[in-house]
T-cell receptor
Framework: EAAVTQSPRNKVTVTGGNVTLSCRQT?????MYWYRQDTGHGLRLIHY???????QIGDVPDGYKATRTTQEDFFLLLELASPSQTSLYFC????????????FGEGSRLIVV | AQKVTQTQTSISVVEKTTVTMDCVYE???????LFWYKQTASGEIVFLIR??????ENATVGHYSLNFQKPKSSIGLIITATQIEDSAVYFC?????????????FGTGTTVSVSP
C-alpha cells in the first residue's frame, strides 16, 4: 500500500511567521507534489519535483518555496506567512511504474492569523 | 493551457440509485490521461478510476464507470448502486502526456450526498 505521510497535521501561525510543512513517501516514487485545497478552487498545484534536488514551479507558487532533499522527503516552506495562505495542504507522490496515479497524504491544515 | 471544469457543485441521490457527474477538459495534447478521485469526510483523497485518451473503451472499476466522449472533451463518472459511504467530494483530474510535466490538474469538485 502506498504511503505518504505529512507533518504537522495542524498548524497555527501568525502573519509573517515561518512555517515548514514536511512530506515523506515510502513508495519509492520519483515524483512528489504539493497542492493546496480551498473552497471553490479544488486542488491547486504549488510546486512539484521529479527527484532529489529537482524543483518545478506549479500554478500557484507565489509565497512558497519547496525543497526535495531526498527521494523520500519533500518540504514546503512559507517564509513570511500571510492569511491568504490559510488552507489545507496536500502532498502526493506518483511514478510511471504506478501509471502516474497520485497517492495523497492525509493533509496539513494551516491557519495564519 | 490545460483546464478541467466540473460545473455541478452538488448532487443528492437516494441510496441504491445511480449518480452521474460531469467533467469537461481542455488540452492541446493528443495524448493525455484522465482521473477521478474521491475525498471522504475525513479529508482522505483516494484514486478511483482512470481513462487513457488513446483507449476507446470506457474504464470500469467495481461500481464506478466512465463515460468518455473524446469529441466533446468530456469524462463523466457514473456510480451505480450507490451506498451511503459514497457520500463524498469527487474530483476530476487530467495529466497531459508531454514529457516536461507529470502533475495533475484538478477540477473544483462535485459533492455527492447519498441518503437512505
Amino acid at each position: 500500500e502506498a504511503a505518504v505521510t505529512q507533518s504537522p497535521r495542524n498548524k497555527v501561525t501568525v502573519t509573517g511567521g515561518n512555517v515548514t510543512l514536511s512530506c515523506r513517501q515510502t513508495n519509492s516514487h520519483n515524483y512528489m507534489y504539493w497542492y493546496r485545497q480551498d473552497t471553490g478552487h479544488g486542488l491547486r498545484l504549488i510546486h512539484y519535483s521529479y527527484g532529489a534536488g529537482n524543483l518545478q514551479i506549479g500554478d500557484v507558487p507565489d509565497g512558497y518555496k519547496a525543497t526535495r532533499t531526498t527521494q523520500e522527503d519533500f518540504f514546503l516552506l512559507l517564509e513570511l506567512a500571510s492569511p491568504s495562505q490559510t488552507s489545507l495542504y496536500f502532498c502526493a507522490s506518483s511514478d510511471p511504474s504506478s501509471g502516474n496515479t497520485l497517492y495523497f497524504g492525509e493533509g496539513s491544515r494551516l491557519i495564519v492569523v | 493551457a490545460q483546464k478541467v471544469t466540473q460545473t455541478q457543485t452538488s448532487i443528492s441521490v437516494v441510496e441504491k440509485t445511480t449518480v452521474t457527474m460531469d467533467c469537461v477538459y481542455e488540452t492541446r495534447d493528443s495524448s493525455y490521461f484522465l482521473f477521478w478521485y474521491k475525498q471522504t469526510a475525513s479529508g482522505e483523497i483516494v484514486f478511483l478510476i482512470r481513462q487513457d485518451s488513446y483507449k476507446k473503451e470506457n474504464a470500469t472499476v467495481g461500481h464506478y464507470s466512465l463515460n468518455f466522449q473524446k469529441p466533446k472533451s468530456s469524462i463523466g463518472l457514473i456510480i451505480t448502486a450507490t451506498q451511503i459511504e459514497d457520500s463524498a467530494v469527487y474530483f476530476c483530474a487530467m495529466r497531459e502526456g508531454y514529457q516536461g510535466g507529470r502533475a495533475l490538474i484538478f477540477g473544483t469538485g462535485t459533492t455527492v450526498s447519498v441518503s437512505p
